[in-house]
């Protein structure tokens, strides 16, 4: 008779030499059937689960077993559980600011430096932007060309200015019509804003500082250009030259870590 397979292995995939066997917990099983119902959306966001009386039935486990399973899908934000006599637990949908605090935490871990998450950046962005490039409608490059339009809205402070500069290119990957970019992007972007935001406060009246936001500020329309003439490598070209700019400028100063901006 074959040994049960361990609970993160998929069903049907051959045994593994060595892996160390382990028979999920009870609370484990009820955690999961909860967390493909909100997944699945069958638990939609806000509303509550029934009742604690009506998951011992369902599921037939004890009330430590149910709340340590409510433990654990709070611990995710898959629900938000308020204690007391009126209390109960509502659904929450994944988030991706949940996976981007989770992976803040990881870099700082790991003593990540700004520098290699910039990298990271250089390496994905100007890839969406050439995508972007190849599949823009004429509804994209309207939404690029209103973006523009607001990027240099007058009396501005630089904070302000630098949002919007971040929210631009946020809206280059979003266009691209891919999922999983926007959301590694996301995962990052907080990262960057802290950087960029260090170097504008550290002296935010600096002329460089004025010069790098015009030159940025150049990049974008230019790259809108050439995103509505389909030219995606022209367009993935001047993004990288852009974004490599804008890492030699800002990744200087106190702050060399992830842990630093975070911490």
Do not use: C
Not at 110 to 116: K, S, V, W
Not at 129 to 134: D, E, N, P, S
Request: hydrophobic letters at 45%.
């Amino acid at each position: 008779m074959s040994a049960a397979q361990p609970a993160d292995v998929p069903r049907g995939a051959p045994a593994l030499i060595g892996h160390e066997l382990r028979v999920p917990k009870m609370a484990e099983l009820v955690a999961a059937r909860l967390r493909g119902q909100i997944i699945r959306g069958e638990l939609a966001e806000g509303e509550s689960l029934p009742p604690e009386a009506a998951l011992l039935a369902q599921f037939g486990v004890s009330r430590p077993t149910l709340r340590e399973a409510f433990r654990v899908l709070e611990a995710e934000s898959l629900i938000t559980v308020r204690r007391g006599a009126r209390g109960g637990a509502r659904v929450q949908l994944p988030s991706a600011e949940v996976a981007a605090r989770y992976a803040g935490l990881i870099l700082q871990h790991r003593g990540t430096t700004l520098e290699d998450v910039y990298l990271a950046r250089i390496v994905i962005e100007p890839q969406a932007v050439g995508l972007l490039a190849r599949r823009r409608t004429d509804a994209d490059v309207r939404e690029l060309r209103t973006a523009l339009t607001t990027e240099a809205a007058p009396g501005e402070t630089r904070l302000e200015a630098l949002a919007r500069h971040e929210q631009f290119h946020a809206l280059l990957v979003a266009l691209t019509g891919n999922q999983t970019l926007p959301l590694l992007m996301g995962m990052l972007e907080h990262i960057f804003t802290l950087g960029n935001w260090a170097v504008v406060q550290s002296d935010p009246s600096s002329s460089d500082l004025a010069e790098a936001s015009r030159r940025g500020l150049r990049a974008h329309r230019e790259v809108v250009d050439l995103i509505e003439a389909g030219n995606d490598a022209g367009a993935e070209k001047l993004w990288r030259r852009h974004l490599t700019a804008a890492q030699e400028y800002l990744v200087h100063g106190n702050a060399t870590t992830v842990l630093d901006l975070l911490g």
